[in-house]
């Protein structure tokens, strides 16, 4: 099965400059935890929930005056829609990430593939559990820069 198959095609996007509080907002009114950000038409980054928490809140910045560029996540690993959910499964576990952009192989934003979309897809779950088994939450006092990527 491919991922352009099973992944989920909407996809709010989100731009460095907006700030941290209405990314939230944003990510809370469309119920999702990763929000995408482009700019001049291209992926610059991932901002997920874990991001503004870790990045923002913790470490005490404000999120009305933050922008997001700020605490987003610059380097974005993604998969294309024409490949085969195993593959990426694959990559899941090798980057430790449960989420993914999916772009076509115009380099163009198409969907979003998270774990939720791969575990009621797989038609041979076997095939793909030990790769998925390699994602993990960051330990306490791990760096979470090494799980956001």
Request: proline letters at 5%.
């Given at each position: 099965?491919?991922?352009?198959?099973?992944?989920?095609?909407?996809?709010?996007?989100?731009?460095?400059?907006?700030?941290?509080?209405?990314?939230?907002?944003?990510?809370?009114?469309?119920?999702?935890?990763?929000?995408?950000?482009?700019?001049?038409?291209?992926?610059?980054?991932?901002?997920?929930?874990?991001?503004?928490?870790?990045?923002?809140?913790?470490?005490?910045?404000?999120?009305?005056?933050?922008?997001?560029?700020?605490?987003?996540?610059?380097?974005?690993?993604?998969?294309?829609?024409?490949?085969?959910?195993?593959?990426?499964?694959?990559?899941?576990?090798?980057?430790?990430?449960?989420?993914?952009p999916v772009l076509n192989r115009q380099k163009r934003l198409v969907g979003i593939l998270s774990?939720g979309d791969l575990a009621q897809s797989i038609e041979h779950p076997d095939n793909i559990e030990?790769?998925?088994?390699?994602?993990?939450?960051?330990?306490?006092?791990?760096?979470?820069?090494?799980?956001?990527?």
């Amino acid at each position: 099965m491919q991922v352009k198959e099973c992944m989920t095609a909407h996809v709010e996007l989100g731009t460095p400059d907006m700030t941290v509080c209405d990314a939230a907002k944003k990510m809370r009114e469309g119920d999702f935890g990763i929000l995408p950000i482009q700019e001049n038409d291209r992926l610059v980054g991932m901002l997920t929930d874990r991001d503004i928490v870790v990045r923002a809140i913790a470490v005490g910045k404000d999120p009305d005056q933050t922008s997001v560029r700020d605490i987003m996540t610059h380097s974005v690993l993604y998969c294309f829609e024409d490949q085969t959910l195993e593959e990426v499964a694959d990559n899941l576990g090798r980057n430790q990430v449960q989420r993914l952009p999916v772009l076509n192989r115009q380099k163009r934003l198409v969907g979003i593939l998270s774990l939720g979309d791969l575990a009621q897809s797989i038609e041979h779950p076997d095939n793909i559990e030990e790769s998925l088994s390699q994602i993990k939450k960051p330990s306490p006092g791990e760096s979470p820069e090494l799980h956001l990527q």
